[in-house]
């Protein structure tokens, strides 16, 4: 989930709030393991939200969506053009959908945070390129984490990718600090220059959520619903987040359930 409304400054945190965290973040990425089979033609939103919910509550934590600032579900679910925020309910969902799944349990006080997206049925070209260009995004900010690197850095070459393959970076939404609250300094914008913002340091874990679109990079919120963000023109966007710590000598991607990023990969 992306929000600019971070206020305190960075947590460096201890090494036991890190295994709490580290738990936290593996029940996320198995929630969206949970609900995948799921995620096909007829189901509704809404029951992929309470599918999530379930797992989390049968594994003793709470959704953090719930309740934060009126939003009153436990997952945000992102249907072809919405952006992000999507809110579950009775839309169902037909051939040719990509969606975004975003969840974020609180167990035992600690958060974790991750989405990723889904295809269901078959899928057009130009919509799988563009999720598999918004993973390959999410993975070269990844790989930017380590001690003494800056946090722009990482919205850098985010946005460089997405732009050589003719997408946008929506810059209204970022990526934040995770872990003791749901969200905390520093910021994670995804387009940045390089070596800018802060230094990277053992202990720090955020969150990266690149989100790429087809068309232009605005994004406009429902008024009706005060939540759901979508592209200004209509056209498909795609993201992806993990929730990232950084190492004295590398970044443990901690949502990571399936063993993508096993770590150390980049150095």
Known sequence: MAFRDT??????????????????????????????????????????????????RDHGAIPATIGYHGYTKASCISVNDVICHGIPGKLELRDGDILNVDVTPILNGFYGDTSSMFAVGEITDHAQKLISVTKECLRLGIEQCKPGKRIGDIGYVINRHAVKHGYSTVYEFCGHGVGLKFHEEPEVSHIADANTGPVMQPGMIFTIE?????????????????????????????????????TPTFAEVLTDVDGEYEIPVWN
């Open 7 to 56: 206020k305190s400054k960075i947590i460096i945190k201890t090494p036991e709030q890190i295994e709490g965290i580290r738990k936290a973040s593996k029940l996320a990425g198995q929630t969206l393991k949970e609900v995948a089979p799921f995620i096909k033609a007829g189901v509704t939103t809404g029951y992929i939200n309470d599918l999530a919910e379930q797992f989390m």
């Open 210 to 246: 690149p989100m790429i679109n087809a068309g232009k990079a605005r994004a406009k919120v429902d008024k009706n619903d005060g939540w759901t963000a979508r592209t200004i023109d209509g056209k498909l966007s795609a993201q992806f987040e993990h929730t990232i710590l950084v």
